[in-house]
């Protein structure tokens, strides 16, 4: 029905309330545009357009120079970064010299790989999908789930800046799930790395500027993880525990940073490939059905009646978030429970911080879903009480323009619609 069907005749009471109309609208326009300061405000908006146009969050803007450059590979201990240095020299001596640094960090392992060892020395994941460290005092990679019937869910490379609806979809269904976050988009997008703790999803790391780390040297794996640790403990407010390396990537030496940075790994089973589609030539949205498929197919025929699984799936794109809501139904009834990770493996506590506390599997699955604890962001906007320049930042100047042009655009279109 035609709004202006509601009024009279009268082409003057038209005018008038097309201009209330118009005032309504430009109300609810910028009420909706300037609210991007709380994580609260930034989880209201939906249209992923407005979603990701850059703000500024004074604690990351004012701390840009404490973090590596945003996205830029490999991630490297910011100069004059004493903390940092201090906590690398603490631990170096017990990461394994004699472990090669291979290939590159877009995964061009083709000079390298002829010169491997073919019995996989390193437990290279990449080479032979080691998951069990031949260096002593390594633990094994997690890869599934204990627990019959499980699926440990979970999204890598986020927080994505348009992931509002699906993660109002996860909040609707009651879903909590593990999220490896990546620290630059941390940086890029704080209050969206904000809502995943307020809606009592489990936070992982996942690198800094996401590399294949068996590619990168020693020291600057330590950067990509302990940024990465930092940014998430600045502005979210918590300190992960656990890692998932880009693209399991991993091998022991990798493996002796990450524990000496007290986290434990997570790798999967199962992997949906969703991320490729798009990236790769050739990789269809039929053959991530067919992945999902698959999984379902396996849980019917009975292949995770003695332990569960762990599927790789991404927050990373439209159409990986799209397909996780597309397959949840017919997972969640497939699987006797879907969990993150953390809660699959009974790991009460998934932060440094002790004061938070994840639900036991058995809790979670008689419907005791909600995490305890509280998380303290620092509002200082300074990440370890230094200051210096230069370092690359988020994107501040001209946002405010550019929210200006969308609100003028939203409203037309608004105004559009309600006259149309
Ligand atoms: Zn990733």
Redesign the pocket.
Known sequence: MRLSSFFTPSSSTNTRAAAILLGFSLWASSVRAQDRTTEAGEAAITNPNQECIPYTYPPIANSASSYPANWVQPAVIVPGDTEALDKWNSIKSSIPTNISVKGTVKGDFSNFTPTYNASDTDCWWTYAKCVTPKLPGLSPDIINIPEPMSLGIGY??GPNCSHNVFYDFLSDNKQKATM?FIGSNVQNWPLEGQRALADGHELCV?TWS?PYTTAVQSESVFAELWYTMKIIKQVIGVTPTCFRP?YGDIDDRVRAVAKALGLRVILWTTDSFDWEVGATPGVTPAMVDANYQNLINGAQNGSYNNFGTIMLT?EINNFTMTEAIKWYPALKAAFKALVPVGVGWNISQPYAETNYTLPTYSQYVNGQITVTGSASPSSSGDAKSSSKSGAVGMPTAGSGLIVSIVTVAALLGGVARVLA
């Open positions: 890598d490379d490896y996942h996401h880009p991404h």
